[in-house]
C-alpha cells in the first residue's frame, strides 16, 4: 500500500480569530479516489494547543467505470469476458462515454541480476458506455496473471479507471534459481458453494510434469488424492458435502524438477535440472 503523503502549513489567525487554507484539486495521479484529511492545531498565548480534523473524499472525475467477469479465471486460449459499465458518483449510469480497457499479460524478467514485473502481449478494447453492461472480449493466447485496466472520463475530460488482475491457467510462475519451497497458485472458480456443489480449483505450478497430492482439511485428513501435471496447469474437482459447513481446507503439494537457470537468470535446458517442491 501506498504511504499517506503528508503537507505542513503554519500561519496566523486573523482579528476574529480566523484563517483560510485553498486548496486546488488540479489532478490525481493515478486516477482513483483518495480521502484527504486536514488536521488543525491552534496555540493560544499561554502555549494551550486544541486540535481538530475532518476528512472528505476527493473524486478523480465525475464517472465511474464498473468491471465485472463471471469467472475467477479462464483456461488458456479462451477470451476474457468481461461487463462494463458507466456510473456517476451517486450511481446511476452514464451513457455514451467512451470505456477504453488496456489488457495485459504479467512477465517476469531478469533485469540487471533481478526478476522484474513487465507488461506483454497487450490487447485493448474500446466501448460506448449504454444503461446498461456492455460486453468486452479479451482474447488470451498464453497463460499467467493478467491486468485489466479500465479507463473512462467525464465531460470535463477528467480520467477514473478501475482495475483488476485475472489468472488465466497454463501460465509460468516465477521460479528462484536456488532449492526451496515455491509456490502453487490455486484459485477457485467461486468465492462460495453450497452443499451439493462441485467446486473447480485452478492449479498452477512453477514448472511441468510434477507429480502431487492433493489434500482436504477439516479438524484433520478428510480425503488424500494423487495429480500428475503434463504441463504447469490443471484443473481439479472438489464435489462439496454438506458436512464441511462452515469450511474445507485445500492444500495442494508437488515435487518434481525444473530447469536451472545460468549466470544471467534466464533459463538453461543445457543444466541438469534441479530437484524443486512447492505447496
Request: glycine share 8%; charged share 25%; aromatic share 4%.
Amino acid at each position: 500500500a501506498e504511504q499517506p503523503k503528508t503537507v505542513a502549513f503554519a500561519a496566523q489567525t486573523n482579528g476574529g480569530g480566523e484563517h483560510r487554507l485553498r486548496m486546488d484539486f488540479d489532478a490525481i495521479t493515478p486516477a482513483r479516489p483518495m480521502q484527504l484529511t486536514a488536521e488543525a492545531t491552534v496555540t493560544d498565548v499561554n502555549r494551550q494547543a486544541w486540535s481538530g480534523s475532518t476528512s472528505t473524499v476527493v473524486h478523480p472525475s465525475q464517472v465511474y467505470v464498473g468491471v465485472r467477469t463471471d469467472r475467477a479465471f479462464v483456461q488458456q486460449g479462451e477470451s476474457i469476458e468481461l461487463d462494463l459499465i458507466a456510473v456517476d458518483i451517486d450511481g446511476k449510469p452514464v451513457v455514451g462515454v467512451p470505456i477504453d480497457v488496456h489488457a495485459a499479460r504479467l512477465d517476469w524478467q531478469q533485469r540487471r541480476g533481478e526478476s522484474v514485473e513487465v507488461e506483454v502481449d497487450p490487447q485493448t478494447c474500446s466501448r460506448k458506455a449504454e444503461a446498461t453492461a456492455v460486453r468486452c472480449s479479451i482474447p488470451v493466447a498464453k497463460g499467467g496473471s493478467w491486468r485489466l485496466v479500465a479507463t473512462t472520463k467525464d465531460a470535463k475530460g477528467r480520467s477514473n479507471r478501475t482495475q483488476i488482475e485475472l489468472w488465466v491457467a497454463g501460465g509460468d510462475l516465477p521460479a528462484p534459481r536456488d532449492v526451496s519451497q515455491e509456490q502453487v497458485l490455486l484459485i477457485p472458480d467461486r468465492e462460495q458453494y453450497a452443499a451439493g456443489d462441485t467446486a473447480k480449483i485452478a492449479v498452477s505450478a512453477p514448472w511441468p510434469g510434477a507429480q502431487g497430492l492433493v489434500t482436504l482439511r477439516r479438524a484433520g485428513l478428510l480425503e488424500a488424492r494423487r495429480v500428475t501435471l503434463g504441463g504447469t496447469a490443471t484443473v481439479i474437482e472438489v464435489p462439496i458435502d454438506d458436512a464441511w459447513a462452515p469450511g474445507v481446507t485445500v492444500q495442494v503439494d508437488l515435487v518434481g524438477a525444473a530447469v536451472r537457470r545460468g549466470d544471467d537468470g534466464k533459463p538453461s535446458p543445457k543444466l541438469a535440472k534441479r530437484v524443486a517442491f512447492a505447496s
